[in-house]
């Protein structure tokens, strides 16, 4: 049985794409009068149908029922008009906005006062706010704080102790981990033996204000190295595939001469072997040993569990889209960028430095990195067509399945490994020709269409897809005149 299905005749396929099926969504009574409200102040169905995750139908049905709703929750439908003028939604919006912008953490209760605050002018109680508050939290999709990271109290305060005596706007942390890169959902399933694998090192700003470009080895050269002349990430090549000591010292250096040419100096804790660094040959970094501490391993335990989410939901993008998963190594490398752009800077900053539990924040609808890694929810939020009854466990599991690859080497004599990067970076490459850049360009507005990028991201490539196909015209046009000529001057001899 196949494990994706990509019939378009199936009952998921006649869900609107605009609005993606999610788990059963209720609308309360207060709900359901606002709903009405807003459509008798012209706010459109298919508006509203997005606040509420729902089809615009159920919003149709709704406004259906407008007199008899109305009639049954009279009081409430006075007391909501009341509530409109008072504008308690905006106020509070505006409010809650103000509060985390400014890093104060807002919690349920302080939600709830501020909003009694507001309506304390009605003529009458508002009796219904903690229904009202839940609708509103649905609406704005307001959602309370859990921190991802399970770990003892000790673990916690072994934290707080070892950035009490540092500068944490000059702390960098990093860590190694592997990557099946090429491993598609139905090799996983199937328990195929698969070998070939990256081992992958990143640094991030502890506060969550800069990424690093990610460090990637592997066994693979760059097959396609005469037509690229530089790499989203730094690539080594190794025959082990493991993080080793030259390629670990010849990425901190080349960051270390960036620190040193802008006069910034900065502490990195690293959560590997010190065998493995050559502290004293950095002028602008401080290494600090942070192997022992526990906070920062589950840190970067849920850092890369959130990179590997957005890699392996790419996959599955691919496969979904065009029918295929086979990737050469340079498309591997392209999506591990890829997926690493996904992870937020807000995400980096929550775990290092989270906010107390039930704290409120803001979800957004495209944003993959909060701290639900489930493909499975991925894919049922997200419509894909998916054989869930027999592999949605498997899914889940299929983003931490290279968790037990060996991404370290220890041994520090291995002048084997060879920096791809900067190998490419020295070759004089051709300039690829009108037909090529068309080519590419095709791919690029396919790729756009597959991820449903924004209108004016579509707009702009339409617009350089439309450019270079008049460049491949013209080289075209130019071929034939120029072999037409040729073969003139070969009839007249």
């Known amino acids: 049985m196949s494990l994706w299905n990509l019939s378009k005749n199936d009952n998921n396929s006649s869900f609107l794409p605009d609005f993606p099926r999610k788990s059963y969504t209720k609308i309360d009574p207060i709900g359901k009068l606002h709903v009405i409200h807003a459509l008798d102040n012209g706010q459109s169905k298919a508006d509203i149908a997005r606040e509420y995750g729902v089809h615009p139908q159920t919003i149709a049905y709704i406004y259906k029922q407008k007199e008899s709703l109305i009639k049954k929750y009279t009081k409430k439908y006075n007391l909501l008009k009341e509530v409109c003028c008072v504008n308690l939604d905006h106020t509070l919006m505006e409010w809650l906005e103000l509060q985390i912008k400014n890093g104060q953490f807002v919690k349920e209760q302080q939600l709830r006062d501020r909003a009694q605050e507001i309506v304390s002018t009605l003529t009458e109680d508002f009796n219904c706010i903690d ?17 991802d990271i399970q770990c003892s109290i000790k673990a916690k305060e072994e934290w707080v102790d070892f950035i009490n005596d540092l500068d944490i706007k000059d702390l960098y942390i990093g860590g190694v981990t592997a990557l099946y890169h090429n491993l598609d959902f139905e090799s996983f399933v199937n328990d195929q033996d698969i070998d070939n694998y990256v081992s992958l090192m990143c640094i991030v700003h502890c506060l969550g204000s800069e990424k690093k470009e990610l460090a990637v080895i592997g066994k693979e050269m760059i097959d396609e190295e005469f037509n690229v002349k530089s790499l989203p990430v730094n690539y080594y090549c190794d025959h082990s595939a493991q993080m080793t000591y030259t390629a670990i010292n010849n990425y901190l250096k080349q960051w270390d001469e960036i620190l040193t040419s802008k006069g910034k100096t900065v502490l990195l804790a690293l959560n590997i072997p010190g065998s493995l660094i050559q502290k004293e040959s950095f002028t602008s970094i401080r290494m600090i040993d942070s192997t022992s501490n526990m906070f920062i391993s589950k840190a970067l335990d849920k850092l890369f569990e959130c990179f590997k ?11 979904v889209t065009y029918g295929s998963c086979q990737l050469s190594l340079l498309d591997c490398i392209n999506m591990m960028s890829m997926a690493w752009f996904c992870v937020s800077n807000r995400y980096i900053n929550q775990l290092f430095f989270p906010p107390e539990d039930g704290s409120l924040y803001f979800e957004r609808n495209d944003d993959y990195s909060s701290g639900n890694h489930s493909l499975s929810q991925w894919c049922k939020i997200f419509n894909i067509p998916f054989n869930f009854e027999l592999y949605s466990n498997l899914l889940d ?47 690029l507005v396919s ?11 579509m707009a702009s490539a339409k617009c350089l897809e439309s450019h270079t196909e008049f460049g491949a015209l013209l080289e075209i046009h130019q071929f034939v005149a120029s072999n037409n000529e040729s073969e003139l001057n070969i009839g007249i001899e």
């Open 309 to 319: 989410f957005n890699y392996r939901r790419l996959q599955i993008t691919k496969k």
């Open 447 to 457: 790729y756009l269409q597959g991820e449903s990028a924004n209108p004016s991201e």
């Open 397 to 443: 599991k299929y983003v931490s399945c290279d968790k037990s690859l060996k991404c370290l080497n220890l041994v520090q004599t291995n002048d084997s490994t060879q920096n791809i990067t900067e190998l490419l970076s020295q070759n004089k490459s051709q300039s690829a020709s009108g037909i090529e850049a068309y080519q590419a360009m095709k791919r």
């Open 131 to 147: 229904d009202w508050l839940l609708d509103f939290r649905v609406r704005h999709n307001i959602l309370k704080f859990k921190s």
